[in-house]
């Protein structure tokens, strides 16, 4: 890209930016000194405003990269993330939503506590919920970096660094001041668009093939260099039996990962009741439907007009593929057209980021704040609200420097696989605890921080043994070798030791489940009677 198109994509591309500021200087003049207002927005959003915003979150570098990236580079293998990420809403929609507004305050911990010891459970379920936001925060950090490098020019290491260290600074400056309300607004505008871009790129590339989807398909095959192999399964995960497996346990944490993902529950308190709980998530499926069948157009067509070798060589794991058809759609890296769409495309890509990493890092750093540290120190003497808030906004600062070394680390991977493993550890650790708390009579406080750990501790160390980490020129240190984990993706085993656990520990318990609650509980999760 010449000097001058470089100059007017940084200008475009910074335009979003100053927007999100505004947005967030205006939020933090509004009162949100109270707990409720930081972490809830004061439970003020319309069901349209937050199914806006629960898409926006849902929406992340990973859909709009990566999977994108995935589809281009391994063709049909690329579809199932598209087909999870969306299928999971079924899963939120008909067990999840509605019952966690009814009985949360702010976090996943509130629900499973409501009929449990509350410092034990609390701790296990903050520091899950902790775990799985850095994991999801690294996913977007890498996203930013491909991104913003390619932006400046060139794929350089040290753009990529200052880039994931800015997207940090910027993270912690929209929780710190602005809570839920500003993330909530920047959120909404990331929404419309992303929407709006996705939709102008689909029609673009439909029209560059006459709306004839098969003769994309076609071209896509062609260019891909897999010739039909490349439209039907195992590109991917069709080589052997591992990788098989590895398709399966990806499927499994896609599916079940959202609803035990702390940025997506935590969206539900914003609203006033249950019902609008609810009918967020009906807009919210609305549009992320959309969304992701545009997904699938805008992966074969970056295959077919840029070519999946090109994508490769500009980045192995396939980030920057949107980024790329954007710039031959608007005409070629050194026309004026394609650096407007380009630096569009690249102010959206990364409005979809920031959004992203700001709701991820209020919802962890409300599990700090208000579950881990609350519990530590309830025995000597309780919080007040505003102390609460407060140590909620150093703790986003920590999170964020946690996640920018990480992101560091893990600048080559596919960002849609890093969402991944991030899903995979939800599933494991969250979902298993947060179903057996709505609908298990006897369920205990052992059973439920056996299952948080039981499902946290084996997913994060079949990560580390896996090839993700070591003993592959993909892995994170390709230099050493202690892979003993043959798969990508834990899931396939975490997720079910996640539900043994919870049931062994339930069943091996010397305490009696408290009926009484679990009743108290159960009217309350499915008529709202008693809820904040």
């Not at 940090?168 to 929407?195: D, E, F, H, P």
């Not at 369920?443 to 084996?458: D, E, K, N, Q």
């Amino acid at each position: 890209m010449s000097g001058d198109h470089q100059t007017l994509a940084l200008v475009l591309f910074s335009v979003f930016v100053a927007v999100t500021l505004a947005i967030t200087t205006w939020a933090s003049r509004k009162r949100h000194g109270t707990a409720e207002e930081f972490y809830a927005g004061g439970r003020l959003f319309t069901p349209m405003e937050n199914g806006f915003a629960i898409a926006g979150d849902y929406m992340s570098a990973a859909s709009f990269l990566g999977i994108a990236g995935l589809i281009a580079l391994y063709g049909y293998d690329g579809l199932l993330y598209s087909v999870g990420f969306l299928v999971a809403w079924l899963v939120v929609l008909f067990l999840v939503a509605e019952l966690v507004r009814n009985c949360g305050r702010f976090t996943l911990a509130d629900v499973v506590a409501a009929r449990m010891k509350e410092r034990p459970v609390r701790i296990a379920a903050g520091t899950s919920s902790v775990t799985v936001s850095v994991l999801y925060l690294v996913a977007q950090m890498v996203g930013a970096g491909s991104l913003v490098a390619l932006l400046l020019g060139g794929t350089s290491g040290a753009a990529q660094n200052w880039t994931v260290v800015g997207v940090g600074a910027l993270m912690v400056v929209y929780v710190s001041l602005g809570g839920m309300r500003a993330t909530t607004w920047i959120q909404i505008v990331k929404a419309v668009l992303l929407m709006g871009g996705a939709i102008a790129l689909t029609v673009l590339v439909l029209v560059r093939f006459h709306g004839d989807f098969n003769q994309l398909l076609s071209t896509a095959a062609e260019r891909s260099g897999h010739g039909e192999r490349f439209l039907g399964p195992g590109l991917k995960y069709g080589g052997s039996w591992t990788a098989r497996f590895d398709f399966i346990s990806l499927g499994l944490a896609l599916v079940l990962g959202t609803a035990g993902l702390p940025h997506i529950l935590s969206r539900f308190y914003t609203v006033p009741t249950a019902r609008a709980a609810r009918r967020s998530v009906v807009w919210s499926i609305g549009l992320i439907g959309g969304f992701y069948l545009m997904t699938v157009v805008l992966g074969f067509g970056a295959a077919a007009i840029v070519g999946s070798a090109e994508v490769r060589r500009s980045n192995p794991a396939g980030n920057t593929a949107v980024s790329l058809l954007s710039l031959d759609l608007g005409g070629g890296a050194d026309s004026t057209g394609g650096t407007i769409l380009f630096a569009v495309v690249a102010a959206v890509a990364f409005a979809t980021i920031l959004a992203v990493v700001a709701g991820i890092t209020l919802a962890s750093s409300a599990s700090v704040a208000h579950d881990l540290y609350a519990s530590l120190r309830s025995r000597r003497k309780p919080m007040k609200p505003r102390s609460e808030v407060a140590v909620a906004r150093v703790a986003a600062v920590g999170i964020g420097a946690v996640a920018i070394a990480l992101g560091l680390l893990a600048r080559d991977l596919n960002v849609a696989f890093l969402v991944g493993l991030a899903f995979a550890v939800a599933a494991s650790a969250n979902l298993p605890v947060l179903l057996y708390s709505l609908f298990w009579r006897g369920f205990t406080t052992r059973g439920a921080v056996w299952s948080v750990y039981g499902g946290l501790v084996p997913a994060l160390v079949l990560v580390v043994l896996s090839p993700v980490v070591s003993g592959s020129p993909e892995s994170i240190f390709p230099g050493v070798d202690f892979q003993v984990f043959p798969l990508q993706n834990p899931g396939l085993v975490s997720i079910p030791l996640g539900f043994l656990a919870g049931w062994i520990g339930t069943v091996t318990s010397g305490e009696d489940a408290d009926e009484a609650k679990h009743a108290e509980t159960e009217v309350r999760s499915l008529t709202g009677a008693g809820a904040v």
